[in-house]
């Protein structure tokens, strides 16, 4: 029986299926990831309160489209309007994270993680109940996906599409485009600009930065924003996905899998990030298609990430391109 599936699956349709769900999930990973490695990575922050605040930004985008969306819609318009919204919650969120950063982060920077880590999920526990208790007022549930949010998604993104012998979703091919853009952005933001060149300078050499005249304080003030604001735009297309959708749980189905991505990669590089989202991804998709087909074990996806972490831990400690002494205050 597995020598069949093997066979199934080095076909041409399978596993070119399984090569773009891989590059689907993996741009979802990067999304929800990239502020983390922002935050985590080069700041050296543990924000527990990322998943959450990624869940926010699936409820804000969700509530945009509702709201702007009819049943007569164009599909063109609805997709220009998700795009409005991505920006609408980016700019929220990164509003958001800033104020956090500079009321309540800012003042553990010279403590023990520790505090870090009660701090930010005490914040998660908080956003979480008030998310909650919004929900309850409009009558909505907070333990299943929004369905009105769902539905605003264009007829076509839930249609197939036939790439030679591969047949794949819109939905995947939406999702790649969107990663990439992510990525493309970050990566030109953090080497082509001098901002980025403060933050990176800003992450390595505190103390140098300061002396060189850079502002190390509103530095990490945008980084922490901006980390916040990526999870929220991360959080808009996951509202769409109806593996994920707009619900409470999405806050830790999501801090998992970010933290993870962030620690295989290695601190203080964006570069590790993206490859190992490539990495994550790709194990995600081939052991879902394997339970899927052949193998009854409901928990082998969430397994197999786990044990990308491990092996990587073991073999690698630092991460696939981590930076000792990065990160940090």
Known sequence: MILEALVEFLTLGELGG????????????????????????LMGVLNFAHGSL???????????????????????????????AIVVVFALLTVLGGAIETTIIRPLYDRPPIYQILLTFGLTLVIEEVVRIVLGVYGLQPLSD??????TKP?????PVALGPVSVGWMSLFQILLGTITVVGIWAFLTKTR????????????????????DVRQVFTVVFALGIGLAGAAGTLL?????????????????????????????????????????????????????????EFTGLPELVLFLVLVVTLIVRPQGLFGVEEVGGH
């Open 18 to 41: 399984v090569i773009v769900n891989g590059l689907a999930k993996s741009a979802l990973y990067v999304m929800i990831a990239s502020g983390l490695t922002l935050i985590f990575g």
């Open 239 to 295: 509202m769409w996905d109806p593996t994920w959708g707009a619900s409470v749980p999405l806050a830790a189905e999501t801090l998992l899998p970010a933290f993870i991505v962030v620690i295989v990669g290695g601190l203080g590089t964006f570069r590790g990030t993206v490859v190992a989202a490539l990495v994550v991804g790709m194990a995600d998709a081939v052991t879902t298609w394997w339970f899927q087909n052949v193998i």
């Open 146 to 151: 929004w369905q009105a949010a769902l539905a």
């Open 155 to 159: 007829q076509f993104l839930r249609e």
């Open 54 to 84: 990624t869940m926010v930004g699936a409820y804000l985008g969700g509530l945009l489209m509702v709201v702007t969306v009819t049943g007569g819609t164009a599909p063109l318009t609805r997709l220009g309007l998700f795009f409005v």
């Open 195 to 214: 901002y980025g060149l403060y933050i990176r300078a800003g992450s390595e050499d505190t103390e140098m930065a300061s002396a060189l005249g850079i």
